[in-house]
Nanobody, 116 residues
Framework: VQLVESGGGLVQPGGSLRLSCAASGFTFSSFAMSWYRQAPKKERELVAAITSLDDAIDYADSVKGRFTISRDNAKNMVYLQMNSLKPDDTAVYYC??????????WGQGTQVTVSS
């Protein structure tokens, strides 16, 4: 299983970024996918999650109305569109999936920095 995030960077407050996660090594369309983030000196937290068939999506309260998670099962990709970014959104963002009987898998993370 391999998860590779991309799309992070430096953005001004109020700006937007789109994170991507390329998945391989498993049947992508069969499993839920999630985005987590970890800010300095803070615990890793769930940002957004999407089921395998897009029939259920969940967001952290702190990002509701600003972030959108989506997936493309044909391309084995999951995305996180982040709008109206705030300095508090600064963190390393990770892609995650849990495969029953195999365990949880993390990507290497991509840094998002929101600063003027």
């Amino acid at each position: 299983v391999q998860l590779v995030e991309s799309g992070g960077g430096l953005v001004q407050p109020g700006g937007s970024l789109r994170l991507s996660c390329a998945a391989s090594g498993f049947t992508f369309s069969s499993f839920a996918m999630s985005w987590y983030r970890q800010a300095p000196k803070k615990e890793r937290e769930l940002v957004a999650a999407i089921t395998s068939l897009d029939d259920a999506i969940d967001y952290a309260d702190s990002v509701k109305g600003r972030f959108t998670i989506s997936r493309d099962n044909a391309k084995n990709m999951v995305y996180l569109q982040m709008n109206s970014l705030k300095p508090d959104d600064t963190a390393v963002y990770y892609c995650f999936t849990n495969i029953p009987r195999r365990g949880g898998y993390w990507g290497q993370g991509t840094q998002v920095t929101v600063s003027s």
